[in-house]
Nanobody
Framework: VQLQASGGGLVQAGGSLRLSCAAS????????VGWFRQAPGKEREFVAAVSGSGDRTYYADFVKGRFTISRDNAKNTVSLQMNSLKPEDTAVYYC?????????????????????YGQGTQVTVSS
């Protein structure tokens, strides 16, 4: 599985962006997908994740109510709709895919538990 993240850019506070994670390879529907972000000088942190079928979603507390993760397995894509953006959302955003040999609900927030990683896409929110 290869992942390609896109959709980042520069936006004013309060604005919106939609990130996409496009996957190549077979059986994408079997993979849980997560979004993570890393701001300069900070640790990488979990943002949101979705199960392979799309029936379960998970969010970090700081994005609940503002971000929505979704997937289209027919198109092998996972999207992250980001609304009400804040300057503190500025970071490089990464998507990652996990073949859940164990329960995805127990590992979705752990970067090191994923199997495949995409390159980052920069999101910059100006005040």
């Amino acid at each position: 599985v290869q992942l390609q993240a896109s959709g980042g850019g520069l936006v004013q506070a309060g604005g919106s962006l939609r990130l996409s994670c496009a996957a190549s390879g077979h059986s994408f529907r079997l993979y849980g997908v997560g979004w993570f972000r890393q701001a300069p000088g900070k640790e990488r942190e979990f943002v949101a994740a979705v199960s392979g079928s799309g029936d379960r979603t998970y969010y970090a507390d700081f994005v609940k109510g503002r971000f929505t993760i979704s997937r289209d397995n027919a198109k092998n894509t996972v999207s992250l709709q980001m609304n009400s953006l804040k300057p503190e959302d500025t970071a490089v955003y990464y998507c990652a895919a996990d073949f859940p040999y164990s329960d995805f609900s127990l590992q979705y927030a752990h970067w090191g538990r994923y199997d495949y990683y995409g390159q980052g896409t920069q999101v910059t929110v100006s005040s």
